[in-house]
């Protein structure tokens, strides 16, 4: 439920009390874990905040690059992941980075 500005009688402004409660669904800092035994290695491009990568780790994949730029994008990918994706894999100091062997390639953009 979202509050609107709203104080109680006894003082208390719930929009403080619904702000705690964001922070405590994240207080275990859990992070989506990649397969103990992968199947397949794979790239995620145009990443986003990791949709791909958690459907194809739930497929057995193992994650080994990922490239992102939108900067909003890669704080959730950070907070899912414990990671941030690498930005334009057109600048040489980004491509050294790419792995050279993977198996899937995924992503797509919606961005025109």
């Known amino acids: 439920m979202i509050y609107k ?6 003082g ?8 705690a409660a964001q922070y405590r669904l994240f ?6 874990q990649t ?3 992968p199947k397949f290695t794979f790239i995620d491009l145009f990443a986003g905040i990791g949709g791909f990568r958690i459907a194809m ?8 690059f990922s490239s ?19 930005g334009d ?7 050294q980075y790419i792995p050279k062997q993977f198996d ?4 797509f953009t919606l961005s025109k």
């Open 5 to 10: 500005n709203k104080i109680k009688e006894d």
């Open 35 to 37: 397969a103990l035994k």
């Open 27 to 32: 207080e275990n800092n859990d992070t989506f």
């Open 104 to 107: 899937v390639l995924c992503g």
């Open 68 to 86: 992102e730029w939108d900067e909003k994008a890669k704080l959730t990918y950070e907070a899912n992941f414990g990671e941030v994706p690498f």
């Open 89 to 95: 894999i057109t600048l040489e100091e980004i491509k």
């Open 57 to 64: 780790q739930n497929l057995g994949g193992e994650y080994v």
């Open 12 to 19: 208390q402004d719930e929009r403080l009390k619904e702000k």
